[in-house]
């Protein structure tokens, strides 16, 4: 079994030791951080993910996994950030209120700091009012919402029409992500962009704040 199998395969037992000491062994060897995250990490919490879902595994299981999957990003932790300074704006993000999902959230707020910015992390079950709140506390630019549930991703929808309320809509960007959300969505709800992924949000944001 190579490496990056054995990664995900430690990650879907459950062992979060096992992942980090893999993951810091694959770096020595030379493995590119998007590899290991994509081929190693993600590739494991898809597998956890489907197994759920077919009844084969539960809840503890998924959460023993999820555990196994911060040793692993903690390891690649500071070579996704790296040394840009946070000059480039404000972005609030958060996973929804009802809404304990934070993987990919936290993954998007590595992305977006190790590309400059300044985030203010709200952390998970976020109520629709602390979002607007941090944003005009801070003076952010952007407001990024995760939601990895179908029943939570009508608060989204709830935010947008706060900031539209607050007259942030145009000044604050809102863009949203998470596994079942799509553009469509995002136009249905108002926000200005969905993004797939954490380079997917680095880009939108750049983008929205005219940063090449
Ligand atoms: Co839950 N869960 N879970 N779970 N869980 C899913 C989401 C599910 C699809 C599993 C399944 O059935 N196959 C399913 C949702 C079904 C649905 O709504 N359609 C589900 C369910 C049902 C539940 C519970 C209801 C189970 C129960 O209690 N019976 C419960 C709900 C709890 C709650 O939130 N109130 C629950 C609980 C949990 C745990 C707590 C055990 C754990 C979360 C631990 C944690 O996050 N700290 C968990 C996990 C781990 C999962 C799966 C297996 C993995 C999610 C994950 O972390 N993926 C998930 C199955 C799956 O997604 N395949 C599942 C890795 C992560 C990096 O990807 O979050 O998609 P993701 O993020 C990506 C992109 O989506 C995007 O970028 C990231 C990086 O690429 N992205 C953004 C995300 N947010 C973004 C924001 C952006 C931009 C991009 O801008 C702001």
Redesign the pocket.
């Known amino acids: 079994m190579d490496i990056l199998e054995n990664i995900s395969q430690s990650l879907q037992n459950g062992e979060p030791d096992t992942v980090a000491e893999l993951t810091g062994k694959a770096l020595d060897d030379g493995v590119p951080v998007k590899e290991l995250l994509h081929k190693g990490l993600?590739s494991g919490?898809?597998v956890?993910?489907?197994r759920?879902?077919a009844h084969e595994i539960f809840?503890p299981d998924?959460?023993l996994?999820?555990k196994a999957?911060?040793a692993g990003m903690e390891v690649l932790k500071p070579l996704m950030v790296g040394e840009e300074a946070a000059t480039s704006g404000t972005v609030v993000?958060g996973?929804v209120q009802?809404?304990?999902?934070?993987?990919?959230?936290n993954?998007?707020g590595i992305m977006l700091r190790g590309a400059g910015f300044n985030v203010v992390d709200l952390g998970?079950?976020v109520p629709p009012e602390r979002f607007i709140e941090e944003a005009q506390r801070t003076g952010a630019r952007v407001i990024?919402?995760?939601?990895?549930?179908?029943?939570?991703m009508p608060v989204m929808g709830l935010v947008v029409n706060l900031a539209r309320e607050r007259g942030l809509l145009g000044k604050v960007k809102i863009?949203?992500?998470?596994?079942?959300?799509s553009d469509e969505y995002a136009q249905q709800i108002g926000a200005d962009a969905y993004?797939?992924?954490?380079m997917?949000?680095v880009d939108?944001v750049k983008g929205f704040l005219g940063i090449n």
């Open positions: 993600l919490m898809e956890v993910g489907e759920f879902k809840l998924v959460l996994a999820a999957m911060y993000i996973t009802g809404d304990l999902h934070d993987i990919g959230k993954l998007v998970k079950d990024g919402m995760s939601a990895l549930l179908t029943t939570t863009i949203v992500g998470g596994a079942p959300l993004c797939f992924d954490g997917n949000a939108c």
